[in-house]
């Protein structure tokens, strides 16, 4: 689903962000991709999204080669892609369901279609109870549930994670990972960055570890983990 094959990037004034950087997230794997502030986390999301360009090596994602997609293919390539932030954000104007509903309503789905997704993503995250509310009325767990709904609502195969429990406290983190799970477990992949330790040790799925732009490490999932550890 994702293949870096020694993936490096410059900036514009020639210093490095990534580095030689080869890997590969198969279809339904959850990994983790971890490292200090400025490791290149960040940096190797938006080039899954073709936001930013690779400088030399190869990125596949959904078998089509990322450094080839034209400025017109870029939204669509990005539709297939789910995108979770640590802010979430949400529109306070809008109810949960027209905030999950957006990304239907700009890529000009039929509202009936798009009412059945909304409704079916949010049932997904056990929020459809709450579709009418304004996401100020909900906890900050569920404020991030309303954001994954609206990542999936376009049934995507692979969910990005930008420090999506960096607000959270380890309860509630632990919530939204569950939810990530479930996705895993229906063949969708996922690549979480995330700068807590105690987080991904819990778990104990993949770890991919920058430092300075490089992958130090690539720590297996350790079987039955997940479930040995709750």
């Known amino acids: 689903m994702i293949t870096f094959d020694k993936v490096s990037m410059r900036y514009g004034d ?3 962000a990534l580095t030689n950087i080869s890997f590969e997230i198969k279809k339904g794997e959850l990994a983790f991709v971890t490292g200090h502030s400025g490791a290149g986390k960040s940096t190797l999301l938006k080039l899954i999204l073709a936001i930013e360009k690779s400088s030399g090596g190869q990125l596949i994602v959904n078998g089509v ?9 870029t939204p669509y390539h990005r ?8 802010d979430h954000q949400l529109l306070l104007d809008r109810t949960v369901f027209d905030n999950v509903a957006l990304p239907l309503e700009i890529a000009g789905f039929d509202p009936r279609d798009a009412a059945r997704r909304v409704r079916a993503a949010l ?15 909900l906890s900050g767990g569920e404020q991030q549930r309303v954001g994954i709904a609206r ?10 994670a930008d420090e999506p429990t960096g607000n959270l406290d380890p309860e509630l983190s632990a919530e939204v990972m569950r939810v ?16 807590d330790a105690s987080l991904i040790t819990s778990l104990h799925y993949r770890t991919l570890t920058l430092d300075h732009g490089r992958l130090v490490a690539d720590q297996p999932e350790l079987k039955h983990g997940p479930q040995a550890s709750r």
Do not use: C, M
């Not at 990530?180 to 700068?195: C, P, T």
């Open 180 to 195: 990530f799970e479930q996705f895993k477990n229906v063949g969708v992949s996922l690549l979480v960055a995330s700068h």
């Open 14 to 16: 020639g210093g490095a």
């Open 151 to 160: 990542a999936v609502v376009n049934r995507p195969r692979i969910i990005l």
């Open 79 to 86: 539709r297939q892609i789910g995108t979770v932030f640590q």
């Open 65 to 73: 080669n990322v450094n080839r997609i034209t400025r017109r293919r």
């Open 123 to 137: 049932d997904k995250v056990g929020l459809l109870h709450k579709e009418r509310l304004n996401p100020a009325k």
